[in-house]
C-alpha cells in the first residue's frame, strides 16, 4: 500500500514537558487506524505535527509527500481535521459555516452542503449555531472535516456527544472513505467502537509509543487468556465440571455459568474437551482479550519497563 504519512523518530519539546518522544510510524492509503492512549499521552500533538500546526523539536514528519510544516505545504487541501472541541462562530448558520469552509478548501459549496444532510443536520442548517447542542456542533465539525474528500482524515475524539445512531452514520461514513483509499487517523477513548472497526491500533503511553499493530496481533503480542463461558446443566452452585483439566483457571458465575481462563495453547484443547460427548454443555461463549484489556496491559508492562 502507498504510505501517506510517515512519522520518523519524532519529539516534540515544550519547555521541560516532552509531549512525544522518538514516536515512528507510517500510515498508508485505505487505513483506519485508531490512536489510543491516556489524556496527555500525545495524541493531540502528533495530529498537531502531521496537520503542521507546530513543528518537530527533533525527527520528520511528512504527509503526502511532503512537509506539513512548510509555508506551502500542498497537500493541505487534502487533509481533512475535527479537533475535540469543534468552535464555530455562533451568528452564523450550519449552512454558512460550512459554505465558507468549502470556499476555503476551493471545492464546490453545493457538494459540501450535501454533507450536512449525511451527519444528521439538514433540518438545522439554517439555523445558527448558537443554538446548537454539543452533539450538533460536533456533527458540524465532521461535515466540515470531510469536505472535498480528503486524502487524509484526522479526527481526535470525533464521536463525543454524538448518540448511537449518529455514531454509527459517523463510522459508516469514514468506512466508506477508507474503502475508497482515504487514510483515517482517528484518536477516541471508546475502545469498544474501535475494537470492531479500527484495522489497526496505535498505542500512546507518556509520549512513547509502545504498541503498534491489528487487534489480533496485539493479542499474539500480549498472550493475554481468552474467556470461555459455559452454561453447564446439573452442576451444583459451585460445582466445577469433572472433566476440566487440572490447575485451570476458572470460577462460576451467579452459580449458572462457568469461565474459564484459557491461554492461547489451551484454548482448542479446552474447547474440545467442552464440547465433547456427555458434558451437558447446553452453551458456550468465547471471548477473546478486549481491546480494554490490550491497552490496560501494554501501559502496565511500559510502567514496569526502566
Known amino acids: ?75 493541505r487541501r487534502q487533509l481533512g481535521y475535527l479537533p475535540e472541541n469543534v468552535s464555530f462562530d455562533a451568528a452564523l448558520t450550519g449552512r454558512e459555516t460550512q459554505a465558507f469552509y468549502a470556499r476555503l478548501k476551493r471545492e464546490p459549496v453545493a457538494k459540501a452542503l450535501e454533507l450536512l444532510e449525511i451527519v444528521g443536520l439538514g433540518a438545522a442548517a439554517r439555523q445558527r449555531i448558537g443554538t446548537y447542542s454539543k452533539g450538533m456542533r460536533q456533527r458540524l465539525g465532521l461535515a466540515q472535516a470531510l469536505i472535498g474528500h480528503p486524502k487524509v482524515l484526522l479526527l481526535d475524539e470525533p464521536t463525543t456527544g454524538l448518540d448511537p445512531e449518529l455514531r454509527q452514520t459517523f463510522y459508516e461514513v469514514i468506512e466508506r472513505l477508507a474503502a475508497a483509499g482515504a487514510t ?29 499493530g491489528s487487534i489480533e496481533r496485539l493479542r499474539n503480542i500480549a498472550r493475554l487468556p481468552t474467556k470461555i463461558r459455559l452454561k453447564v446443566a446439573g452442576l451444583a452452585p459451585t460445582e466445577l465440571p469433572s472433566w476440566l483439566p487440572s490447575g485451570a483457571a476458572c470460577r462460576r458465575l451467579n452459580g449458572h455459568i462457568v469461565e474459564i481462563d484459557a491461554a492461547p495453547e489451551q484454548k482448542i484443547q479446552l474447547l474440545h474437551s467442552a464440547t465433547a460427548a456427555g458434558t451437558s454443555v447446553e452453551d458456550l461463549d468465547v471471548i477473546p482479550p478486549t481491546l480494554d484489556e490490550l491497552y490496560a496491559h501494554f501501559l502496565r508492562q511500559a510502567e514496569r519497563t526502566p
Open 1 to 75: 500500500m502507498t504510505s501517506t504519512v510517515r512519522v520518523t523518530d519524532v519529539t516534540k519539546v515544550y519547555g521541560r514537558a516532552t509531549a512525544v518522544r522518538g514516536a515512528s510510524f507510517e500510515l498508508s492509503q485505505g487505513e483506519l487506524v485508531a490512536l489510543i492512549g491516556h489524556n496527555g499521552a500525545g495524541k493531540t500533538t502528533l495530529m498537531k505535527l502531521m496537520l503542521g500546526l507546530i513543528r518537530p523539536t527533533r525527527g520528520s514528519v511528512e504527509v503526502l509527500g511532503d512537509n506539513p510544516a512548510a509555508g506551502e505545504f500542498a497537500g
Open 184 to 212: 483515517v487517523f482517528m484518536s477516541s477513548h471508546a475502545l469498544t467502537e474501535l475494537e470492531e472497526r479500527a484495522g489497526r491500533v496505535i498505542i500512546m503511553n507518556h509520549g512513547i509509543k509502545v504498541a503498534d
